[in-house]
């Protein structure tokens, strides 16, 4: 490795004084300069460009084992242990921040809907049970808010939609591209929090009219809605802290590329078998 250093920073120090700094030899190092580089050497040099190529297009947010699957999907053959030892020492870690914040459950506040879900996440199909909630994204121009439905089974975004103001029109706009894009049967599980929005009277009607079932979760606890706020740890680890938006318009194209171009499409899910949600719910419909 300190040979390696040398020869990557001989353009930019004198290689003696490397040497020295590193107490090496300079004909120890030239040795190994002029020594044949091994097939081993080879392959994990070029496997490195590989790896940082995944680390890149996932939004630098894989680890380990979601880097060695998707190496696997475009036939690059390695090992697991393999790409851990070469992200590590190429310094590649994935950029994570905080998880959601737990707050103290309150069991003495009757909701609006019943919680029928129980902590319960699973669907035996798409279309019987959608979680939902909503979020702020900062922007230099003011706050940006951020509505969500996800279908349970698959994970995947099915409506979304922001606003500059937290009314119950970006509410509304989420569950109607939802209600247009899946077209689902009476009696799909419409699951969120207590929030005013969701339990606004307009709102719920228009779940009745749909022949959607309302359940929320018990106020201020968000485990209770535990795969919506898992996917706004996501968004906010994988893009949002680690970006400065100009405007509400900059963060609104950035927000629709990361759920439509990677998340729903891109991103592969420890809980899908490491697939991604578009490619799951393809392989278990079909």
């Known amino acids: 490795m300190k040979y390696a250093f040398i020869r990557e920073y001989q353009n930019e120090f004198r290689v003696a004084r490397m040497c020295a700094v590193l107490r090496v030899s300079r004909s120890g190092y030239y040795d190994w300069v002029d020594r044949p580089e091994s097939r081993r050497v080879r392959e994990d040099r070029?496997?490195?460009?590989?790896?940082?190529?995944?680390?890149?297009e996932s939004r630098?947010?894989?680890?380990?084992?979601?880097?060695?699957r998707e190496l696997r999907e475009r036939s690059v053959a390695c090992g697991k242990h393999r790409v851990a030892r070469l992200?590590?020492?190429?310094?590649?870690?994935?950029?994570?921040?905080?998880?959601?914040?737990?707050?103290?459950?309150?069991?003495?506040?009757?909701?609006?809907?019943?919680?029928?879900?129980?902590?319960?996440?699973?669907?035996?199909?798409?279309?019987?049970?959608?979680?939902?909630?909503?979020?702020?994204?900062?922007t230099r121009t003011g706050f940006l808010y951020l509505a969500v439905l996800l279908d349970l089974f698959a994970r995947n975004v099915v409506g979304w939609a922001m606003h500059e103001r937290p009314n119950l029109e970006v509410a509304m706009r989420a569950l109607e591209m939802a209600l247009a894009r899946r077209q689902p049967s009476p009696g799909l599980v419409h699951h969120t929090?207590?929030?005013?929005?969701?339990?606004?009277?307009?709102?719920?009607?228009?779940?009745?009219?749909?022949?959607?079932?309302?359940?929320?979760?018990?106020?201020?606890?968000?485990?209770?809605?535990?795969?919506?706020?898992?996917?706004?740890?996501?968004?906010?680890?994988?893009?949002?802290?680690?970006?400065?938006?100009?405007?509400?318009?900059?963060?609104?194209?950035?927000?629709?590329?990361?759920?439509?171009?990677?998340?729903?499409?891109?991103?592969?899910?420890?809980?899908?078998?490491?697939?991604?949600?578009?490619?799951?719910?393809?392989?278990?419909?079909?």
Not at 117 to 131: E, G, K, M
């Open 193 to 286: 929090d207590q929030g005013p929005l969701y339990s606004a009277r307009d709102y719920l009607e228009r779940l009745h009219t749909s022949g959607l079932v309302p359940s929320m979760s018990r106020k201020g606890d968000c485990l209770d809605n535990a795969v919506a706020e898992s996917f706004f740890s996501n968004l906010k680890n994988e893009l949002v802290h680690h970006c400065v938006f100009v405007s509400r318009e900059a963060a609104r194209t950035a927000i629709f590329d990361y759920i439509e171009v990677f998340y729903n499409r891109q991103r592969r899910h420890q809980t899908l078998d490491y697939l991604t949600p578009a490619q799951f719910e393809q392989k278990m419909v079909a």
């Open 60 to 68: 630098r947010a894989y680890g380990t084992v979601k880097t060695w």
């Open 87 to 138: 992200r590590k020492q190429d310094g590649i870690q994935a950029q994570r921040r905080c998880r959601f914040r737990i707050t103290v459950a309150n069991q003495h506040t009757t909701p609006p809907a019943p919680n029928l879900l129980q902590r319960q996440f699973v669907a035996p199909a798409p279309n019987r049970i959608w979680v939902g909630d909503m979020t702020f994204i900062r």
């Open 46 to 56: 070029e496997l490195l460009v590989h790896i940082r190529q995944v680390h890149l």
